[in-house]
DNA sequence: CGACTTTTGGGAAACGTTTTCTCAGGATGT
DNA sequence: ACATCCTGAGAAAACGTTTCCCAAAAGTCG
């Protein structure tokens, strides 16, 4: 069974044996370390070079006690924002030498905490976005998960850094921007009843209509997907709303397309926006009025957060704030007289 | 150091000592073998569960020479295809207990087979989707990284699975589609030069060109992005034909938008076909007429032919084919008279 | 009740590295 | 010429598992 002549993968110990050195010394010179005669360090090179010998990873991490690996998970690939996030980080990471292993929960959320501690096993720090984990959990799940950056979610415990979207602030602007438009009669068309941007957004609207107490605010039962938009059309379009603040871009599409079937005009009949403006927004006729998130840095800085602690276990743990900002775009319009 | 009541992880060794048996024991209990006395195995598991012991994957790996994990290479994780690709193949490996590696070659195709090679060694397979890599240097690298699965590339050594999309013939139907509405004057937006996809429409459009002699086929220089479809939205506007088969959807609706800034209607003044029919083709307005790929199937089909072949090297190793179906939707219509 | 088979669990090797410890030998200083 | 320092490389331990090999215990049969 070891049979070395048969296809084994060549190992340290053959580049030894060539180099006629020990594997220690063969270590050092694939190391940089200094400390190796100069032509024996040739030698052991062109061994090396010769055998075509790469350093067997899993090795490598069980000895130095890291795999240069983090986990993110998300709950649901197909959603851009999170496609976003990962893109990001995965870039970033790359450029540190760092790889990305993904754990997807299919928005299951019992899955989350299992998903995240098996990743966190396999990887040196995990990236977590967990909309819709209870708070309960989450506290108790982070203490476990450390390196541990979060995506839209805070801990108490303080030493886990945190990245989140005021949410709030983003949707009270749409909602302003409709009502200098001439709207008084507005519905927001709900996201995941558990999620916790969607109750960030919630608590948003709560300012705002405090803050224009003529606007009447209805809510209609949503989703954060195209259909979830798309089976809203007939609510949407018997609410008598003029203007409509839908949880998020991708349902407000979903939105777009059931009304315009329906022979529902916008921006004339009836005033959109969305959440997030996401890459394909500003593609849709009429483009989407949204509230753009700045996603692109997001995956960068988790990157950059998640480093600081892997490298420095206690290192400073920032909750990084991001500010969305209108992004006025076709499907806005004032109201018919 | 080795000082165990500092935060060190809790390992088999504890276990055993715990429930009075040796590493080996607790080994075969967590594995399940049956060879051990249900009166000690469940005294194993009471341990390790107030332990809260969970066997270190990389030890695992090491011993086992595999690590349940697979690699994919994408030239680009803001493509929609690969976007695609990876969430399916990740769902697809989830189900079997596997996960998924990402690397992300940002379209260097000089470093995908570096990466490739990297993931190889920290997986147990890698799923490799390198369309601008030359046909030589795939050969090369196709050996050394099985188990391997290819998508929308095919090697000479016939013990690599491939997945291929019919990209040749998707064109051609658009083509013909265009015809039949009577266009006869028509353009190509072309994709990357050395994308193999790209290289199959142009052969497909070769036969086009046979079968309808009639027509007048011209070349634009496009790309695979939103931006390069705006970008040749005057190369287009400027050049005659009435109907335009842009290479991808994504560039499709960077035209589309382009064209709509100019004051040019589609279909009505110009007929648009995309390629690949991604989740928001049907969202813009007019809806995109393009070849839809079926690409949910290929997702899991990779992981199923991943999976025969870590489970048996030699497995069989077909070609897989798939074939583009015509979508038509807004985008196209009969040229003005 | 003894010989022979079957279970069962422990010891140790294996997986492929890195790193600490140790010591040989050359260089240096006096 | 001798003691000392330093350099550099090998031996061995460590990382955390799985699994092979064996021996002891237990069971079976005549």
Not at 76 to 101: C, E, H, K, M, W
Not at 285 to 313: C, D, F, Y
């Amino acid at each position: 069974m070891a049979d070395r002549s048969t296809r084994r993968r060549v190992g340290i110990g053959d580049v030894a044996a060539r180099a006629g050195v020990s594997h220690a010394t063969v270590s050092r010179v694939m190391n940089g370390n200094t400390t190796v005669n100069s032509a024996i360090a040739a030698r052991v090179q062109a061994a090396a070079a010769e055998l075509k010998y790469k350093p067997n990873p899993v090795g490598r991490s069980l000895a130095l006690g890291k795999t240069e690996t983090i986990g993110i998970v998300v709950p649901d690939l197909s959603n851009p924002t999170f496609q976003s996030i990962l893109r990001d980080v995965s870039i970033a990471a790359a450029r540190d030498g760092y790889r990305v292993l993904i754990a997807d929960s299919s928005e299951v959320s019992s899955e989350e905490a299992i998903l995240a501690g098996e990743a966190r096993r396999r990887c040196d720090g995990v990236v977590l976005c967990a909309p819709r984990m209870s708070q309960d959990d989450l506290e108790e799940l982070a203490p476990t998960l450390h390196p541990l950056v979060l995506i839209n979610r805070t801990t108490e415990h303080s030493s886990t850094p945190s990245l989140v979207v005021d949410y709030g602030h983003g949707i009270q602007q749409l909602g302003a921007h409709l009502v200098e438009l001439g709207h008084r009669r507005i519905a927001y068309l709900t996201g995941p009843e558990r999620s916790a941007s969607n109750v960030q957004r919630l608590r948003g609207l709560e300012k705002f209509v405090q803050d224009y107490p003529e606007v009447e605010l209805q809510f209609i039962p949503g989703g954060n997907t195209y259909d979830a938009g798309n089976e809203a059309s007939d609510a949407v379009a018997s609410c008598g709303a003029t203007g409509i603040l839908v949880f998020n871009d991708v349902a407000a599409m979903g939105l777009l397309h059931g009304l315009s079937e329906r022979g529902i005009r916008v921006p004339e009949d009836l005033s959109i926006t969305g959440y997030d403006d996401m890459p394909f927004a500003r593609y849709t006729m009429p483009g989407l009025t949204t509230a753009a998130v700045p996603i692109t840095q997001l995956g960068s800085l988790a990157w950059r957060r998640m480093r600081e602690h892997i490298k420095q276990a206690d290192a400073e743990s920032p909750t990084d704030h991001f500010e969305p900002h209108l992004e006025i775009r076709g499907s806005t319009a004032p109201p018919k007289a």
